[in-house]
């Protein structure tokens, strides 16, 4: 079993940044690639970027390119997620999600999930 528990959350107003953060515990070595997603109110859940745990390689939703960064620090066991220019439609819960064998934009292919953590951006 892998532990997910994402931090970092908050009230941002329209242009500003957020750093979320993802701490992985338990068998971390089984994993093969980090993801976060997102959920806005009333709405599916949606992908917004994923990293392999141990290349590193990166993919972003086209919304969030150029704009999000997805990175982790493997010695700490962490992902985050570095959100600049944040606009109202960024409004989402947003969720750190653990893959053992896939590195993909599903969101069930991943099988470990977190708790979630509420951005809210103002215009």
């Known amino acids: 079993q892998v532990q997910l528990v994402e931090s970092g959350g908050g009230l941002v107003q329209a242009g500003g940044s957020l750093r979320l953060s993802c701490a992985a515990s338990?068998?971390?070595?089984?994993?093969?690639?980090m993801a976060w997603f997102r959920q806005a109110a009333g709405k599916e859940r949606e992908f917004v970027a994923s990293i392999t745990w141990s290349g590193g390689n990166t993919n972003y939703a086209a919304s969030v390119k150029g704009r999000f960064t997805i990175s982790r620090d493997n010695a700490k066991n962490m992902v985050y997620l570095q959100m600049n220019s944040l606009q109202p439609d960024d409004t989402a819960v947003y969720y750190c999600?653990?893959?053992?064998?896939?590195?993909?934009?599903?969101?069930?292919?991943?099988?470990?999930w977190g708790q979630g953590t509420q951005v809210t951006v103002s215009s």
């Open positions: 999600a653990a893959s053992r064998a896939v590195w993909t934009v599903g969101a069930g292919r991943y099988d470990y």
């Open positions: 338990g068998r971390t070595f089984s994993v093969y690639a």
